[in-house]
């Protein structure tokens, strides 16, 4: 799955001579946290929500509310606006956006395509959504971890092991717990558990956890 596939297209922009006013009030109306700037349709910059915080009068200003609008119309996008923008392509795997948010501790990104155009938006939440899709939760899963030895052959060793249960498996994880041990977390419609535990053990694979996800 790829960023295009998960974000919001045609996103809200504003230019760097945009008003703090207007930016508030563009927020405010469509419930977004972030405006990328453009010049043309070229990416400059962005303003946050947390950006025009720092600029509004505090609650104990003096102030009129005639004064403080006044003073927010003369204030324009890029003299808030963050000039160094962390960005992702719309053809960079969904999974490239997600190492993006979290290195940076970023909530959102701006999506641009290959000649640098403002084509979109992708949130934390688009990350999230993805994570439940690919998983399958929201018809229900089995989730079953099983703790192996790092070793050439593991993955093939544990397929084989669910098909001849009679299971096919929706995903499969795996997850690095030391320099010689992995959790292979798997996922499906795996209706005897016991069994499945008892199988895997036959094998010489200790399950360490059992749970049901998204069932009601």
């Known amino acids: 799955m790829f960023v295009v596939d998960r974000m919001t297209k045609h996103p809200i922009v504003i230019t760097p001579s945009t008003k703090v006013d207007e930016a ?35 609650a104990a200003t003096t102030l009129s509310k005639y004064e403080i ?38 909530s959102g990104l701006p999506v641009t395509s290959d000649v640098g155009a403002v084509v979109g938006v992708i949130t934390e939440t688009d990350i999230f959504d993805t994570f439940v899709d690919i998983m399958g939760l929201q018809e229900g899963k089995t989730r079953i971890t099983v703790e192996v030895e790092n070793k050439v052959g593991v993955v093939k060793d544990l397929s084989g092991i669910f098909s001849e249960a009679g299971y096919n498996i929706d995903s499969f994880v795996t997850c690095k717990k030391g320099a010689e041990k992995y959790d292979i977390i798997i996922r499906g419609d795996f209706d005897d558990t016991d069994a499945l535990k008892s199988q895997l053990a036959s094998h010489g694979y200790n399950v360490t956890h059992v749970s049901r996800i998204g069932h009601k």
Not at 36 to 42: A, I, K, N, T
Not at 82 to 92: D, F, P, Q
Request: proline share 4%.
């Open 24 to 58: 508030t009030s563009l927020m405010r109306q469509n419930n977004i946290h972030r405006l990328p700037v453009v010049e043309g349709r070229s990416l400059v910059g962005i303003v946050t929500d947390k950006d025009l915080m720092r600029v509004a009068p505090s």
């Open 69 to 106: 609008n006044s003073l927010l119309a003369k204030i324009e996008a890029r003299e808030i606006m963050s000039k160094t923008v962390i960005s992702v392509n719309e053809n960079e795997p969904i999974e490239q956006a997600a190492l993006l948010m979290s290195r940076n501790r970023l």
